[in-house]
């Protein structure tokens, strides 16, 4: 199983960011896929409770219509958070032991996650994430720049193209801009983002990177969906919020104070 060395250390300490070229394999990504595919046939579904849909709990199904769309509404389905409660693939992923050895050199065996969410890009949606950081409110979070890594599972083969991630290398030492996340030109007045480097990867590679790392994409433009994975991981003894990964290297089961079980994949599905 693969760990960060020491040249990977530095790498994301000065510039923000590291790709690790495929840390989960075919088989995998192919359990993640199904599980996409479950999440869609259930943002289908015309019964989803409004708790659900507005993310007044833990898991929030957020469909997108862009300005004069006529389709479905779930043809644009921007995100789902918490997906780990809706589907065992997602809750076996982000308590995986590939996760925990990666990240031990960084974090040390005692996680907790902030986020966790799959993003979808469905052609013709329009779904962009303009410039931002991933600012982690203080001071729930302590020394978040050292404490915290934000990761991306590539699901789908990434390219410029079908909106891949780009990223400021080196924009993690600007420290917290205080921007409205994702308000147009706000990013801009800090950072020069014509230095941004777009983040291809294969499925199965993952992109790590800092909070405080300039980072968005822009809409896919192919016929073809892309869709991601994110779990942010934060050191325990500095965060007094979020949901357990890791006691001491072992995984913790996901918990929530609603009950969820009406909209969870039986394992067959
Ligand atoms: O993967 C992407 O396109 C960007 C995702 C992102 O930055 C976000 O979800 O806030």
Redesign the pocket.
Known sequence: MQTLNSQDIETFRDQGFLIIRKLFDADDIALLCHAFDYTLTLAARPDLPEDILRGRGDVHIHLQAPDGATGPAVRYIR?VQWPALLHPAFEAIRTSPIFAQLLAPLLGTSLKQYIN?I?F?IPGGDIA?PW?Q?IRPTPAFTDQIDNYVQT?IAIDQ?TAAN???HIVPGSHKLGNLKTT?YATGQIEQHVDVTTAVPCEADPGDVILFTSYTV???TPNTTDQP?R?Y?NGFVRAKSCTVGKWAFLNGQPIPITSDRDYHALRAKSSE
């Open positions: 995100k969410q993003n890009k994430f931002h991933d991306i990434a909106g891949c991630l996340r980072h968005g994409s892309r991601s994110i």
